[in-house]
Antibody, heavy 116, light 113 residues
Framework: QVQLQESGPGLVKPSGTLSLTCAVS?????????WSWVRQSPGKGLEWIGE???????NYNPSLKSRVTISVDKSKNQFSLKLSSVTAADTAVYYC?????????WGQGTLVTVSS | DTVMTQSPDSLAVSLGERATINCKSS????????????LAWYQQKPGQPPKMLIN???TRESGVPDRFSGSGSGTDFTLTISSLQAEDVAVYYC?????????FGQGTKVEIK
């Protein structure tokens, strides 16, 4: 049973940086999988943010690429998301997920609100 | 980007009746060398993360009831719930993993009539 758990501040000020961590258990982050972040704005659909491989290789959504950094910490079996210069439009539930092509395991999600 | 378009946006079906959701991709998600369609279906209930139901367009995930089935190839896909149960009320999404950025359909809300 793979488990993913997001953590980080639930409130971020406009123009600040959103930082989240996803702790992985039941699976090694040093595997053939990629690890991803997906977000969902209130009442809206799903938006892929990007993904990271154990080597540190990344793929990002072009719509967010200039503001996103996803990294992996092998020693802690976790990966992280940083999104800079946030605005109210970045208010969303942020999910981390394991990638097997498709997203086969998901965290429960964490709501991040951008507000002063 | 590969745009995924679902239809309808919502549908109401009587208990025990069939529900059909369509998903169309703006470009083919069929990888010819292995003849696999890089298309998944997810179910999302309120307050929960999406749950994968089907991958490779038609392969049911372990533990998913067999009333859920996926079909289609290339650019046109269908998720069918053969006999709708109360616990199937949810929003359903298709997603392509043929290329990046990974993209989802806008979702289809399934309710009981």
């Amino acid at each position: 049973q793979v488990q993913l758990q997001e953590s980080g501040p639930g409130l971020v000020k406009p123009s600040g940086t959103l930082s989240l961590t996803c702790a992985v258990s039941g699976a090694s982050i040093i595997s053939s999988n990629w690890w991803s972040w997906v977000r969902q704005s209130p009442g809206k659909g799903l938006e892929w943010i990007g993904e990271v491989y154990q080597s540190g290789s990344t793929n990002y959504n072009p719509s967010l690429k200039s503001r996103v950094t996803i990294s992996v910490d092998k020693s802690k079996n976790q990966f992280s998301l940083k999104l800079s210069s946030v605005t109210a439009a970045d208010t969303a539930v942020y999910y981390c997920a394991r990638v097997s092509g498709y997203f086969d395991w998901w965290g429960q999600g964490t709501l991040v609100t951008v507000s002063s | 980007d590969t745009v995924m378009t679902q239809s309808p946006d919502s549908l109401a079906v009587s208990l025990g009746e069939r529900a059909t959701i369509n998903c169309k991709s703006s470009q083919s998600v069929l990888y010819t060398p292995n003849n696999k369609n890089y298309l998944a279906w997810y179910q999302q209930k309120p307050g929960q993360p999406p749950k994968m139901l089907i991958n490779w367009a038609s392969t049911r995930e372990s533990g998913v009831p067999d009333r859920f089935s996926g079909s289609g190839s290339g650019t046109d896909f269908t998720l069918t719930i053969s006999s709708l149960q109360a616990e199937d009320v949810a929003v359903y999404y298709c997603q392509q993993y043929y290329n990046t950025p990974r993209t989802f359909g806008q979702g289809t809300k399934v309710e009981i009539k």
